[in-house]
């Protein structure tokens, strides 16, 4: 089965091209080339696709035909949210439009000063309202933004030379334990972690959820530590609502819960209303349903043994 191997489509000579376009032909360009791009997928990534049909087509209970043509809407969407980003890392994120509900959730856990966290999932575009919302943070509220230390670092040094200055820091997810250590401390000084709570690396450790009517696996990481150090977090979402327009969303704070299933838990639900609203801005490409590859082994080694049984 299809699973996520830590890193994201996309490379640095693409990310060039689109930003040639932005800065001498303009945003619609740029979408207009996508047209191309998109189709392009929809033939030649036989697994991301297969996996965004079969969403679709199980989970939504499209017709064929409507499957179909969700997939490719799906990499267009998800190739509009890249342009985006990089034209608001170009310095042109003058050209869009925001909405925010529930900002003020966030700006009340930073005004307690007792840390928290945020989590969003790869649907929508968080860092194109992270961006502005960073600005509109309390003076004494420090962010921190959680992710793969090597993923795309080409492209970020690339993208450091068009940008301004970037407030948040950066705790890179290596493969030592020291992020698990600068999260940990960042918390205890009242800082902001933020984070995507829907992807695991191949080996790590998991939490089942309720999702679409079905189990699923969440990363355990993000939900031990929020339960661990019993601070209040919150799941944000960025939306494209039309073509330079996104509406912000934050959810009621969780306060102390219970345990770290009861946080993902509630992080799974409510990343399922969102995605039923804007099914086409979910960019997860693989089966999200699979067991995780260490439970695809067990199962079998399981199956091997028991036919080996039958036989004797």
Excluded at 17 to 46: D, H
Excluded at 240 to 262: D, G, I, M, Q, V
Aim: hydrophobic share 40%.
């Amino acid at each position: 089965m299809a699973s996520w191997k830590g890193k994201s489509r996309g490379g640095l000579l693409g990310y060039k091209i689109f930003v040639f376009i932005l800065k001498y032909m303009g945003l619609r360009a740029a979408y207009l080339l996508l047209t191309f791009v998109s189709f392009y997928f929809v033939l030649f990534s036989a697994k991301s696709t297969s996996a965004i049909y079969s969403f679709f087509r199980k989970r939504l209970k499209k017709g064929r035909i409507k499957s179909v043509w969700s997939v490719y809407k799906t990499y267009y969407i998800f190739g509009q949210a890249l342009i985006d980003r990089t034209a608001a890392l170009a310095g042109m994120g003058d050209k869009f439009t925001y909405d925010f509900d529930g900002e003020h959730f966030i700006k009340e856990i930073a005004e307690e000063g007792k840390g928290g966290v945020l989590i969003s999932a790869h649907a929508g575009n968080w860092s194109m309202a992270g961006n502005r919302l960073d600005k509109n943070m309390p003076d004494k509220a420090r962010v921190n933004i959680v992710m793969m230390a090597d993923e795309h670092k080409k492209i970020q040094e690339f993208l450091d030379k068009t940008q301004s200055k970037q407030t948040a820091k950066i705790i890179g997810i290596g493969d030592d334990f020291s992020h698990i250590i600068a999260m940990g401390i960042a918390l205890r000084k009242g800082e902001l972690l933020c984070m995507h709570g829907d992807r695991y690396m191949p080996g790590a450790e998991t939490i089942v959820v309720d999702f679409f009517g079905e189990k699923a696996h969440l990363p355990a990481g993000p939900f031990q530590l929020i339960a661990r150090m019993k601070v209040p977090y919150t799941v944000v979402y960025a939306f494209k609502e039309s073509a330079c327009h996104y509406h912000f969303y934050s959810t009621p704070p969780l306060h102390n819960p219970r345990s770290a299933e009861e946080a993902a838990q509630y992080f799974a639900t409510s990343m399922e209303e969102k995605i039923r609203k804007h099914p086409y801005q979910w960019y997860n490409f693989y089966d999200f349903w699979a067991p995780p590859p260490s439970e695809n082994s067990n199962i079998k080694r399981k199956t091997i043994k028991k036919e080996k049984q039958a036989h004797e």
